[in-house]
C-alpha cells in the first residue's frame, strides 16, 4: 500500500475520532505509546486518553492543511507530520497546531501509535 | 546522556552550521537519509545538502521556541521537534516553521539524522 494513502487515511481516521468520540483513539495507542502535549509528557494509552478527554473543552473540529510521511527504519514504521487548525467550540479564531506521529504496524496487519508530539504553533 | 540534553545540542548545531556554513550540514546525513522540504521529497546527504544550500537566501537566521523529544523505538533513535521562526536577511518579518529531525544512532557513538521533515507555518 501507498505510505502516503496509509498516512492520509490514518490522519482522517485520527481527527475524525478526535473531533466526535475522543476517548475512541484509545484502541490507537498502546502501553509503550509516548505523548508531548504542549511539553507535558504522557506515557501509555490509558494516560495519553485521560489527557485528551479531559482538554478543557467539549467540541472541536480540525482542519488538516498539510500532511507528510516518510518510513522510519526498518521496523515498517512511518512518520507522519500533520499541519493545521483547531477550531473550538464558542472561540472566534482557530488555532494552528503542528503534531507528529510515529505509527508502528501491529501483528494484525494495522498500525499503532509509538509517538505522538503536539504544539499549538501561536501567532 | 539525558535524551532532551542530546537533543537540544543536536538542534543547536545543526541550526548554527545552517546559519553559518550550509554546506556542513553534509555530515548530518547519510545516503539513506531522507528530507520532506514544504512537501518536496528528497534523498541522500548529497541532494539534501545540494537542495539546503540552494535555497534562495544567503543569510540567515533560525531561533527555537520549542523542542521535544522522544525516543522513536528499539533501534535507539531519537524523534526532535522542533518549532521556531526563521529570519531571512532584507525581510521584514520572520517566518514561523516546525521541523522534525529522526535521528539514529551511529557505530561511532553519534547520531545522523535519518528522516527530516520541514515546513513552514503560514499565518
Given at each position: 500500500m501507498d505510505p502516503d494513502q496509509v498516512a492520509k487515511a490514518f490522519v482522517e481516521h485520527y481527527y475524525s475520532t478526535f473531533d466526535t468520540n475522543r476517548s475512541g483513539l484509545a484502541n490507537l495507542y498502546q502501553?509503550?505509546?509516548?505523548?508531548?502535549?504542549e511539553g507535558q509528557k504522557i506515557q501509555g494509552s490509558q494516560n495519553?486518553?485521560?489527557?485528551?478527554?479531559?482538554l478543557p473543552f467539549q467540541q472541536c473540529h480540525h482542519n488538516i492543511s498539510t500532511v507528510d510521511c516518510q518510513p522510519s527504519g526498518p521496523a515498517?514504521?512511518?512518520?507522519?507530520?500533520?499541519?493545521?487548525v483547531l477550531?473550538?467550540?464558542?472561540?472566534?479564531?482557530?488555532?494552528?497546531?503542528?503534531?507528529?506521529?510515529?505509527?508502528m504496524p501491529t501483528p494484525q496487519g494495522s498500525f499503532y501509535v509509538l509517538n505522538d508530539i503536539?504544539?499549538?504553533?501561536?501567532?
Amino acid at each position: 500500500m501507498d505510505p502516503d494513502q496509509v498516512a492520509k487515511a490514518f490522519v482522517e481516521h485520527y481527527y475524525s475520532t478526535f473531533d466526535t468520540n475522543r476517548s475512541g483513539l484509545a484502541n490507537l495507542y498502546q502501553d509503550g505509546s509516548m505523548l508531548t502535549f504542549e511539553g507535558q509528557k504522557i506515557q501509555g494509552s490509558q494516560n495519553i486518553v485521560a489527557k485528551l478527554t479531559g482538554l478543557p473543552f467539549q467540541q472541536c473540529h480540525h482542519n488538516i492543511s498539510t500532511v507528510d510521511c516518510q518510513p522510519s527504519g526498518p521496523a515498517g514504521g512511518m512518520l507522519v507530520f500533520v499541519s493545521g487548525v483547531l477550531q473550538l467550540a464558542g472561540e472566534q479564531h482557530p488555532l494552528k497546531f503542528s503534531q507528529l506521529f510515529h505509527l508502528m504496524p501491529t501483528p494484525q496487519g494495522s498500525f499503532y501509535v509509538l509517538n505522538d508530539i503536539f504544539r499549538l504553533n501561536y501567532a
